[in-house]
């Protein structure tokens, strides 16, 4: 398994994996990620991040059945590992600890600028 550090993009195509469960594939996680955060994705940014969650281990694919409507082609279903929640829980807890330690006079200083 390689690192286990979750960029802000993987962590991003990590949450929309879950998000879109259990339909979750690079398509759709593109255009849910476009939907969700209005910012231009390439379909093979999504690849790649998905294929390093993968070798990360924090996420799992198999593919689904042949589909009429996809020319009998088959869709690699993502679906996230016990070691993907994990991740996506320490990075949600880091986030939270840090923006609660912001004093709030700095916050409140950030509004009048």
Do not use: C
């Not at 609660?100 to 200083?109: T, V």
Request: overall charge positive; hydrophobic content about 40%.
């Amino acid at each position: 398994m390689k690192g286990t550090q979750l960029g802000e993009f993987e962590e991003l195509v990590l949450l929309i994996v879950g998000v879109l469960y259990p339909e979750a594939y690079g398509l759709s996680i593109r255009e849910e990620i476009i939907n969700q955060t209005k910012r231009k994705v390439a379909i093979g940014a999504v690849h790649s991040a998905l294929s390093r969650l993968e070798d990360k281990g924090f996420l799992k694919s198999e593919l689904a059945e042949a589909t009429h409507e996809r020319g009998g082609r088959r869709k690699r279903i993502f679906t996230i590992t016990a070691e993907g929640k994990k991740a996506l829980q320490k990075n949600h807890e880091l986030r939270n600890s840090l923006f609660n330690q912001i004093p709030n006079m700095a916050l409140k200083l950030a509004k009048l600028v």
